[in-house]
């Protein structure tokens, strides 16, 4: 298959200067590596953030940068294989692929131990120069890259939800849910919809999701959440008393990125509640940590990517046991990438906008 010399990439060269590029390189492919024609690339909260200037990315006061500029963003992307190393030989031209999001040195502690999410180098694809990401013609993956095939029939819209649904069920999964449990569930983006689909398999006793925009709760309830309420209109934490009892909820999962959530779920969960953490943050979260340990003695977690959840997401989605229908609610040519970010914001009503090729 003849690949070109050149394509159209969105490159960011730093915080304030992304560019889209109409003759950029196109990656070369080394012995274990796997070169994909991409056909779609979400823009996720992470890569908006990015964009922003977070300092989670580009460093500040309290962290390094983490970004190696230039680079091309997008991690939620998959395509079609056009050329693979001659080391490579569990996949073939013309194969559709997904690959997650981290590409593991497997050399670290933790890929020597199966925790290859939590790699120390921690390279993802989409910010740094050597792991470009889905906003472009053309991918690398590069050897080590932990690849998995997608149907042929999976329909596009369906497809660019694999890496925020993986992320979502990692994230679930973390919260252990039981079906005595009253989950509630902070924000309900394309990620938390996600969250929602996956959460409702869990059979918990009551799902309730908390959202500021009442199109999401809506699309929350048809993907299997037992209330939805909109803390800008009702006190949510009153009324989560009043439906336990005055104990608060058993499992709080927080998926907005918005530190009045994280303060809003430690004043509704019960003692001995779990209390899961999601989302990537453009600002300090302020909270008095004695309601951890004195008050109420939680469990607080973390979650990170998505390990080992593509083989059961991709098989789920393609079955619709996870729901995507409407989650992907716009999409633009690379040519219009920053209208693609800007419907990505939510500004318009979307939930998931992404770039097509």
């Not at 779920?265 to 309601?291: C, H, N, Q």
Request: with cysteine; net charge negative; glycine share 10%.
């Amino acid at each position: 298959m003849n690949i070109p010399e050149t394509m159209k990439a969105v490159v960011a060269y730093s915080a304030d200067d992304y560019r889209l590029e109409l003759d950029y390189p196109v990656p070369k492919c080394g012995h274990g590596d796997i070169i994909i024609k991409t056909e779609g690339c979400g823009v996720c909260a992470s890569d908006l953030k990015c964009k922003h200037g977070a300092e989670m990315f580009w460093g500040g006061e309290i962290q390094p940068a983490y970004v190696k500029p230039p680079f091309i963003p997008g991690h939620e992307f998959f395509g079609r294989i056009v050329k693979t190393g001659d080391s490579v030989n569990n996949f073939k031209i013309g194969d559709r692929v997904a690959a997650d999001q981290i590409i593991p040195c497997w050399n670290c502690r933790y890929c020597n131990k199966g925790q290859y999410w939590m790699c120390q180098p921690h390279f993802i694809f989409g910010f740094f120069t050597e792991y470009n990401g889905g906003m472009a013609e053309y991918v690398r993956l590069p050897a080590g890259s932990v690849v998995h095939k997608i149907p042929d029939d999976m329909p596009v819209s369906a497809a660019m939800l694999i890496e925020p649904y993986g992320c979502a069920k990692h994230c679930v999964d973390r919260a252990q849910i039981q079906c005595e449990d009253i989950v509630v569930l902070s924000g309900v983006g394309p990620l938390g919809l996600g969250m929602t689909s996956y959460a409702r398999l869990k059979n918990p006793d009551k799902l309730i999701v908390l959202d500021m925009d009442d199109r999401r709760l809506e699309k929350a309830r048809e993907f299997g959440a037992d209330l939805a309420w909109n803390p800008g209109k009702m006190d949510v934490v009153a009324e989560i008393m009043k439906l336990t009892d005055g104990y608060g909820c058993d499992i709080y999962i927080e998926a907005t990125g918005n530190p009045a959530s994280v303060v809003q779920g430690m004043a509704m969960i019960r003692k001995l509640g779990r209390f899961v953490e999601f989302s990537v943050f453009g600002a300090p979260t302020t909270l008095d940590w004695s309601i951890i340990g004195d008050r109420k003695e939680l469990d607080v977690l973390g979650a990170h990517l998505s390990p080992y959840c593509y083989p059961f997401v991709i098989e789920k989605i393609a079955d619709n046991t996870l729901k995507t229908n409407g989650v992907v609610t716009s999409t633009f040519p690379i040519e219009e990438w920053e209208t693609a970010i800007e419907y990505a914001t939510g500004k318009y009503g979307d939930f998931k906008a992404a770039i097509v090729f």
